[in-house]
């Protein structure tokens, strides 16, 4: 299926089979390009070619988002080459089943003059793709969420290189959580093909927004090659918060094995992870759990980096030339690290990747990040969460739920949409709006989907506001518990297209400690509504204000990401800074 410029097109339960098998031809299960937006491909079953040739694989994908009819164009070195200005937007890709292909998903613009904005990939599972699961270049503000990334079966004579995450080239504003990224080479746990389970390059994210990776499940990385499970490489602005990394091969006849792998990299943020390493080989050189080059910015901490010694022993780290044996030698010799342990973890079944903890000190180690449940959609604790992907004693919360988003569509309507991982005595949802971010009105009621409230499977909400004016329009939902409680979700903010902001702002510093500073530049000084909101939507602050620079004491906010929405009533302006 090709969605050429088509909008608001919804593709559900479609079995897709994408035929050919030759270098003249091309397959792709779903291609969408020039100004496909706002469309939806969720729990269809797609199938693309199983080739063994590297000539013929790249050109066929599950999902794709390109340029021109031929899709990604990959060179004879397996470069991603010719992309352009795709211009598909607000696009969500969703419980799929995708297998085959070069690619599983790939979104890709240029980068530099193009990008494609706030789509998302949720809940899919991409299986026995030939290289890569996920491919992204030129993405601004793309949700990737609790997916499933490996090669179960692929045929033993197509075992070719793994990568789950390639990030190629600029995007920004990437949230990457809850994947999973496992099995590479299951067929063949004796390839000796390189490994990269998250693969960066060249991608340099704006210090307003920044790329989360958290509570991602890397593990069952058995094979005989080169394995980097982290690689970033001329990138900036990457923060990986409470992942658990297993590399525990012990029969592995590996030469080269790398955690975490750095280069000419800037402002690389690795906290509250887990990495676990006791992968055999034959090197005792060339086993690093950190392998770092020199950079500006870079934040190490709050880890459990734990290794065991298996046919030879293994560096805890390297920075620039010194390598450094375990973790006191590594602190003594860099500064990073410094309140971080190297304890067992104690995973319950790592190798049915249940990789929860049973060692309570990795909840003594961590510090807040402002990532508030786990990979099980489980309630962190703020104060002593765990460190990696699964949180010890997490709370089952009455409604998980993911962001409230919210387009105006091509009829000049407002539609809203939202997801919910679980319910539990969930009355519904009454949906509020306000156009000047102070006072608010119901504008209607949906129904919970579960079964008397309750559920443990995604349910997708949508709202349609019919009544949208030529000015700022700001929407949340406050979802009603059957006892009579009640949550909001967060804020958004929409501006109907045809309207040209009358002011803009700049913010500064970026990341803060402390203090944030909003310079105003509007035609004449008035008053502005504005709020700052986490990530999950809780309000920190909410007020109307006057003035060409505003200033806020941010010093008690939890550390992790935040939105400043301001209106005047006719406008709006949306910006992200980072609380350290």
């Known amino acids: 299926i090709k969605l050429n410029d088509a909008d608001y097109i919804v593709l559900d339960n479609l079995i897709l089979t994408a035929t050919g098998n030759a270098a003249t031809s091309y397959g792709y299960g779903v291609q969408l390009m020039s100004d ?19 000539s013929i694989a790249p050109n066929y994908a599950g999902i794709i988002i390109g340029t021109t009819d031929l899709g990604i164009v990959v060179n004879g070195s397996g470069l991603v080459t010719g992309l352009g ?51 992204l270049n030129g993405n ?93 490489t001329g990138s900036s602005r990457f923060n990986f918060l409470h992942n658990t990394i297993s590399i ?16 000419n ?43 065991s010694s298996v046919n030879g022993n293994a560096y805890l780290g390297r920075l620039g030339a010194a390598n450094y044996l375990n973790l006191a030698a590594w602190q003594s010799g860099t500064a990073y690290d410094l309140n971080s342990i190297s304890q067992d973890p104690q995973f319950t079944n790592a190798n049915a990747g249940d990789l929860l903890p049973a060692n309570s000190n990795l909840q003594v180690a961590a510090i807040g990040t402002g ?9 962190r604790s703020n104060t002593t969460p765990t460190i990696g992907a699964y949180e010890i004693n997490g709370t089952v919360l009455p409604v998980t739920f993911s962001p409230l988003m919210g387009t105006i569509n091509a009829q000049g309507r407002a539609a809203l949409t939202w997801t919910t991982y679980s319910e539990s005595n969930n009355r519904g949802f ?78 500064y510093p970026n990341p803060a400690s402390s203090m944030v500073h909003i310079v105003l530049s509007q035609p004449e000084l008035q008053e502005v509504a504005i709020t700052i909101a986490d990530q999950t939507g809780r309000t920190y602050v909410q007020k109307v204000v006057q003035g060409a620079v505003l200033s806020f004491d941010v010093s008690h906010f939890p550390v992790g990401f935040y939105l400043i929405t301001i209106s005047n009533g006719k406008d709006l ?6 609380k350290q």
């Open 430 to 507: 009454v949906v509020e709006r306000s156009l000047d971010g102070k006072l608010w009105h119901d504008l209607g009621f949906t129904a919970s989907q579960a079964h008397k409230g309750n559920s443990t499977s995604p349910l997708n909400y949508s709202f349609e506001d019919k009544d949208v004016v030529n000015k700022a329009h700001y929407y949340r939902w406050r979802q009603l518990d059957l006892d009579g409680q009640f949550t909001y979700s967060n804020i958004i903010a929409l501006m109907p297209k045809q309207h040209q902001s009358s002011f803009t702002a700049q913010l």
């Open 140 to 232: 601004r503000n793309t949700e990737i969420l609790n997916n499933d990334i490996s090669r179960p079966d692929r045929p033993t004579n197509s075992v070719f290189q793994f990568f789950g995450f390639w990030i190629d080239g600029y995007s920004s504003g990437l949230l990457i959580d809850g994947n999973r990224i496992h099995d590479p080479f299951g067929n063949n746990p004796t390839a000796s093909s390189t490994c990269h389970p998250f693969y960066i390059q060249n991608c340099n994210a704006e210090a307003s927004s920044e790329n989360i990776c958290s509570n991602n499940a890397i593990y069952n990385l058995n094979s005989n090659g080169t394995l980097s499970a982290i690689d970033i």
């Open 265 to 307: 990299s800037n402002y690389i943020h690795f906290r509250n992870n887990i990495l676990h390493f006791t992968r055999g080989g034959q090197s005792f050189s060339s086993k690093h759990a950190y392998y770092l080059s020199a950079g500006v910015g870079n934040v190490f901490d709050h880890n459990n980096v734990h290794l």
């Open 36 to 54: 496909a937006d706002h469309n939806v491909i969720q729990n269809c079953n797609i199938s693309t070619s199983l080739t063994t040739s590297n």
């Open 85 to 135: 200005d795709a211009g598909c937007d607000y696009n969500i890709f969703r419980n799929n089943i995708i297998r085959g292909g070069y690619f599983g998903i790939a979104i890709g613009a240029n980068g530099s003059t193009a990008v494609v904005n706030n789509n998302e990939i949720r809940n899919n599972t991409l299986i026995d793709f030939y290289r890569t699961g996920i491919y």
């Open 248 to 263: 525990d091969d012990v029969n592995s006849t590996a030469i080269t094995s790398r955690g975490v792998v750095t280069s």
């Open 371 to 379: 990532i508030s449940t786990d990979i099980m959609g489980l309630g």
């Open 573 to 578: 302006f949306q910006t992200k800074f980072v």
